[in-house]
């Protein structure tokens, strides 16, 4: 455990704000997290509220405590690899894979394929270890791991940043009128199922979400998308996508109704290049997943078709 005492100089500021700046190595997630379970006292007394006004003159005493230690068995599962060095691992995850434990996938997971193959960033949780960003279950592709928390916290400012960027290829039904395009609406849960995302207003919880598109190819009734994700909200390319009126061929949740005579494991969508600067190294790291077979037949009898 870590004890840390520092005197605010400055003008009244936000105190997670303020601990985010006086506390480089630690993110301002787990700066939030520390507020929230009691570790942060100003002037002599535990805060809870992060959004609490930090003056000139005020004590805090942040105490960090030891990383809790990973209760997961690793799991001997094969790993298609696309780069990895002793910093951070970059997989193609399969379709049907759970990125993290959580409820109802408690093994089996992407985490536990890696705990077997090496060891992980512990800043994530122990449910989350490494885990920089995620891919929903049924979308395959590349998705990179961090096995340090420097790594971490400097992979995950890279995304939030937009200096990480991350390209998907994905095939809709019907086609938008221009040949490129951005979305930008709000994201938030589903009122009535909590399962799903929808488009929601930010005064009303919604989060802002925006997604890059261009069309690759129009194919009859389809058309083969190319995205890019400026933000990483839960279900995004998803939700946009279906809330215009083109959901995703095999997505189940937000293209109901709609059928096709390929049988699919998953909503047509894969993680194809992800580009980052190594955390480390400064070098530009790209790596690119190839294509799903299930991807590449549902193109070719799409072409056959038409």
């Known amino acids: 455990m870590q004890e840390i005492i520092l005197q605010a100089t400055e003008n009244s500021e936000r105190l997670d704000r303020w601990l985010a700046k006086q506390l480089p190595n630690i993110s301002r997630s787990r700066v939030q997290k520390l507020i929230d379970s009691g570790h942060v006292q100003l002037n002599n007394q535990v805060c809870l509220s992060k959004k609490t006004q930090v003056a000139s003159g005020d004590c805090l005493n942040v105490t960090i405590p030891e990383p809790e230690k990973l209760n997961l068995t690793p799991e001997n599962i094969p790993l298609d690899i696309l780069y990895e060095d002793e910093h951070l691992i970059i997989v193609n995850k399969p379709v049907g894979m759970v990125v993290h434990p959580a409820p109802g996938h408690y093994?089996?997971?992407?985490?536990?394929?890696?705990?077997?193959?090496?060891?992980?960033?512990g800043i994530g949780g122990v449910e989350r270890p490494g885990i920089v960003h995620r891919i929903d279950k049924d979308t395959t592709g590349a998705i990179v791991v961090a096995k340090s928390d420097r790594v971490h916290q400097h992979l995950q400012e890279q995304i939030k940043a937009k200096t990480a960027t991350r390209e998907y290829w994905g095939i809709i039904y019907g086609s938008f009128a221009d040949d490129a395009g951005t979305i930008d609406l709000p994201i938030g849960r589903h009122q009535g199922d909590r399962q799903k995302m929808t488009i929601i207003p930010v005064d009303h919880g919604g989060r802002a979400a925006?997604?890059?598109?261009?069309t690759l190819e129009r194919i009859g009734?389809?058309?083969?998308?190319?995205?890019?994700?400026?933000?990483?909200r839960t279900h995004q390319i998803?939700?946009?996508?279906?809330?215009?009126?083109?959901?995703?061929?095999?997505?189940s949740t937000y293209g109901a109704n709609r059928s096709l005579k390929v049988n699919l494991s998953g909503q047509a969508l894969h993680a194809r290049q992800l580009s980052l600067v190594h955390p480390i190294s400064e070098e530009l790291i790209t790596a690119i997943a190839p294509l799903p077979e299930e991807f590449i037949k549902l193109l070719q009898v799409l072409r056959n078709r038409n």
């Open 210 to 214: 925006v997604t890059h598109w261009r």
């Open 238 to 251: 998803r939700v946009h996508c279906a809330h215009h009126g083109h959901p995703l061929v095999g997505d």
């Open 221 to 232: 009734n389809y058309s083969l998308m190319q995205f890019f994700l400026e933000t990483g």
């Open 107 to 121: 093994t089996g997971t992407l985490v536990h394929a890696l705990l077997y193959h090496c060891d992980l960033a």
